[in-house]
């Protein structure tokens, strides 16, 4: 297959890349600066979301002529890369809704439209949902993040319209040591300064590298397959279970902890997502007959170490 991917070069979006490659797929990267040769044999075709600007011409059909199968888009400002502050929010808002209707006007336009477009989202959709099992027919939440991933997600609609499939990754937490949330603990548990955030009790819906590459593609493959699904592990763990995990997996102490107001000190208005709960599982992908590799935090932890 031909398959678009932007954020290619982000944490997803890397691991993803390497994947379809290693399978044989032509990858082609969506970029701001001048498509240049890659090593890997991927190809580059440039866009810019905040300009609303792409060539057609070139994500329609590749050298060979080759049209477009899919497009899996991940590119978005990284919600913990940066404290909250009005401006950063205003960039996650933005980057999402721009680049989502970028991309989905752009292929709703091609002579010969892929068929699917797999779009990124998050579990954050749902709001703080406490100890409440979450499924994908739940109602969105209310909360800042709750409303950019709405808006995120009907950004996809000239696609829809288009007749293209469309799928919304609801991402979990991705359990990573090379980047991302969870690419920040493994430092302090492996200095022994890991412990629980907050009082510990909130839910934590987590989900390996390799799970979520396997999802990803287990959505681009399917064709029966659109609309809400959550990429999540099927047993979410609360933060005194991550902890625990992480000491058990690392072989240290996990003696720290970090009280609530010191994380809304630090991290300011993002601290609720670190103190919030999501107990979300991913009920449709496991209807649709995927399966995990990674069922347990401790083999997530292990697989990202």
Not at 36 to 41: E, F, Q, S
Not at 150 to 170: M, S, Y
């Amino acid at each position: 297959m031909r398959i678009a991917v932007t954020g290619s070069t982000g944490l997803i979006g890397s691991a993803l890349v390497r994947s379809l490659l290693g399978d044989g797929h032509q990858v082609v990267r969506l970029v701001r600066r001048t498509p240049a040769p890659r090593p890997d044999g991927s190809t580059e075709v440039r866009w810019n979301p905040r300009l609303r600007e792409i060539d057609r011409a070139a994500l329609g059909k590749g050298a060979d002529g080759a049209p477009l199968d899919a497009v899996v888009h991940l590119a978005g400002a990284g919600i913990a890369d940066h404290r909250w502050t009005a401006a950063y929010k205003r960039e996650i808002h933005e980057s999402r809704l721009l680049g989502t209707g970028t991309i989905a006007e752009a292929v709703a336009g091609l002579e010969q439209p892929p068929k699917v477009l797999v779009s990124g989202s998050a579990v954050g959709y749902y709001g703080q949902t406490g100890d409440r099992i979450i499924d994908e027919t739940a109602p969105a939440g209310g909360d800042y993040l709750a409303r950019v991933c709405v808006e995120w997600e009907q950004a996809t609609a000239p696609a829809e319209a288009a007749g293209i499939r469309v799928a919304h990754a609801r991402t979990g937490l991705v359990v990573s040591g090379d980047g991302g949330a969870w690419g920040r603990l493994f430092p302090l548990f492996r200095y022994g300064l890991g412990g629980r955030l907050g009082n510990g009790r909130q839910y934590w819906s987590y989900i390996s590298m390799h799970d979520e590459v396997a999802a990803l593609r287990f959505l681009v493959d399917t064709e029966t397959l659109s609309g809400p699904f959550n990429l999540c592990a099927p047993d979410p763990v609360t933060n005194r279970e991550v902890t625990a995990a992480m000491g058990r997996v690392m072989h240290r102490p996990t003696l720290a902890a970090v009280p609530e107001f010191a994380l809304k000190l630090v991290l300011g208005e993002m601290a609720v997502e670190v103190v919030g709960s999501h107990r979300t599982v991913p009920a449709r992908l496991l209807d649709a007959g995927f399966r995990f590799t990674h069922t347990t935090v401790d083999q997530a932890v292990e697989a990202a170490l």
